[in-house]
């Protein structure tokens, strides 16, 4: 069976520092990745997916970016964060294109102090 | 054009009851609906879907109904139990270069009492 897992769970981190979120996906291959923001209360806003290494595609290019250096590993990173950047940080991961059902990871909790 | 609209933003319904949550969409290139049920500091959890060829579909106390004509579909939660207070999501996805994305409604928070 797949599984998808994210670390670390939480983190506070001060404005200006950088960031690193990992995902990692079990028991498949050639998944589609994605890299969801979810503000308290909100719904979920989809920030890059990706699918194939090296490939990434940006829905929000504001202060993030994404990698993916590995066929199941997924890296969303920062070079200074903002307040903003605060949030419920959910990658999630789908069987390329010959399904439709896409499934989230336990997500991490990110407080910009 | 790409948005999914979902109402209402919050419910509350006695233990036993019918939960409704409606979505409404405008792009007709949205090929599969989903629902997901989020609980606090979780992640959302794939709990119904339907593609646009099928007008309702049924799994175990949850229904989808969907209404292609009227670009609309909505989850029906029978008998709710307190057990099923959380945040409900709808979406649809959309085909995208090499892949698919999913756009997400505002969600709906369900309050059932016991």
């Known amino acids: 069976s797949q599984t998808i897992h994210q670390w670390p769970a939480t983190l506070v981190q001060p404005v200006g520092s950088p960031l690193s979120l990992e995902c990692t996906v079990e028991g498949t291959s050639n998944p589609n990745l994605y890299w969801y923001r979810q503000a308290a209360g909100r719904g979920l806003q989809l920030l890059f997916y990706s699918v194939g290494i090296g490939q990434i595609s940006s829905e929000v290019p504001q202060n993030l970016s994404a990698s993916r250096p590995q066929d199941r590993q997924f890296i969303l990173s920062s070079k200074k964060l903002l307040l903003s950047d605060s949030g419920f940080y959910l990658c999630?991961?789908?069987?390329?294109?010959?399904?439709?059902?896409?499934?989230f990871g336990p997500g991490t909790r990110l407080t910009v102090t | 054009q790409q948005q999914v609209k979902q109402s209402p933003q919050s419910l509350i319904v006695q233990k036993g009851g019918i939960s409704i949550i409606n979505c409404a969409y405008e792009n007709t290139a949205f090929d599969y609906f989903p629902w997901y049920q989020q609980f606090p500091g979780k992640g959302p959890a794939l709990l119904i879907a339907?593609?646009?060829?099928?007008s309702e579909k049924k799994e175990g106390r949850f229904t989808i109904s969907f209404n292609k004509s009227a670009k609309q579909f909505s989850l029906h939660i029978m008998d709710s139990q307190p057990g099923d207070s959380a945040t409900y999501f709808c979406?649809?996805?959309?085909?995208?270069?090499?892949?698919?994305?999913?756009?997400f409604g505002s969600g709906t928070r369900l309050l059932v009492r016991p």
């Open positions: 339907i593609r646009p060829d099928v």
């Open positions: 979406a649809a996805s959309i085909r995208v270069d090499s892949s698919y994305k999913l756009i």
């Open positions: 999630a991961w789908k069987k390329g294109l010959v399904s439709y059902e896409q499934y």
